[in-house]
């Protein structure tokens, strides 16, 4: 006899019909909303990258040890949290969302495409405007630690320029295969907040396997659009450069061309691999097609 809190086979079909129905709903929307929805999509998920930044990365090693990438990893899912509840439209989950559509039969190839790419490019926009208005004219990034810390050196800035150096000094593998386990799990968040039936529920199921991927140095190829970009207008900053010049800061060593090519690219199809077949395939496998209401 199954246990009582055994979910009925039905509710695991449930989950992947609600994925189907949310990737069909995103290939019909206007472009108009579309536009705005990838905007803000970008845009959270950069909140929660600064956020991260100003929380986890000034705290030095010597004295934290991995706890600073602990609280890195334990705020960073603010941004995932707002897009979900507050509505919006992430490229990562729509790898998955979308996918889980065609498989259905429920979108086109062309529907999904052209999905991925308007959801790729206006996430990149909404990142590339936290990074420059809220995080660079700011000022918040080249903020300096008090005296009484014993730091003279921009503490975020520096820790900025040290990630997107790692970030891009990667292999294509490396990216790639870090990419697919990030957007497995970051997927894998999405469709268990299905479940659940009130806004606490969805946090939670959002909170810890978004904080998983990040702890464990998985690479998101939207995260990326923000903290590299923030770091490669830091890193040239005459503000940033007399530091590097004196000593007390790293140089940056990642560029536009990096970030690209070293980065994105390989970040972006692992995310892709991720969603779309560790997730949405494995489970149009598992539940068969669904029938089309």
């Known amino acids: 006899m199954p246990e009582q809190n055994t979910p009925a086979p039905n509710a695991y079909k449930a989950l992947l019909e609600t ?3 949310g990737g069909v709903s995103r290939a019909r929307q206007s472009f108009l909303q579309t536009l705005l929805m990838t905007f803000l999509a970008g845009a959270y998920i950069a909140l929660g990258g600064f956020l991260a930044v100003r929380c986890g990365l000034g705290l030095s090693w010597t004295d934290w040890g991995s706890m600073g990438k602990f609280i890195f990893a334990a705020v960073f899912p603010l941004g995932l949290i707002l897009t979900v509840i507050c509505g919006a439209d992430l490229f990562t989950g729509n ?4 996918a889980g559509a065609r498989y259905n039969g429920r979108v086109s190839w062309l529907e ?4 991925w790419i308007f959801a790729w490019l206006g996430n990149f926009i909404g990142a590339l ?4 208005f809220l995080v660079y004219c700011t000022g918040l990034i080249f903020e300096k630690m008090p005296a009484a810390a014993g730091l003279s050196a921009m503490p975020w800035a520096d820790a900025l320029v040290k990630l997107a150096n790692g970030k891009t000094s990667l292999s294509f593998s490396e990216a790639f295969w870090r990419g697919v386990g990030c957007n497995w799990l970051v997927c894998l968040a999405v469709y268990l907040s299905y479940a659940a039936k009130d806004i606490a529920g969805k946090i939670m199921a959002l909170w810890f396997r978004t904080m998983g991927f990040v ?14 970009p923030a770091a490669i207008l830091t890193g040239t900053d005459p503000r940033y450069l007399s530091l590097v010049e004196s000593g007390s800061a790293a140089a940056l060593t990642a560029d536009w061309g990096k970030f690209f090519v070293d980065n994105l690219i390989p970040v972006t199809l692992g995310n892709i691999a991720g969603g779309a077949i560790l997730v949405a395939l494995i489970y149009c496998l598992i539940h068969g097609k669904l029938q089309k209401s």
């Open 112 to 115: 999904l495409l052209r999905s």
């Open 95 to 98: 790898a998955m969302t979308l």
């Open 19 to 21: 994925c189907v129905a």
């Open 215 to 228: 702890a464990m140095g998985m690479e998101h190829c939207r995260g990326n659009m923000f903290f590299i």
């Open 129 to 132: 405007f936290v990074a420059y």
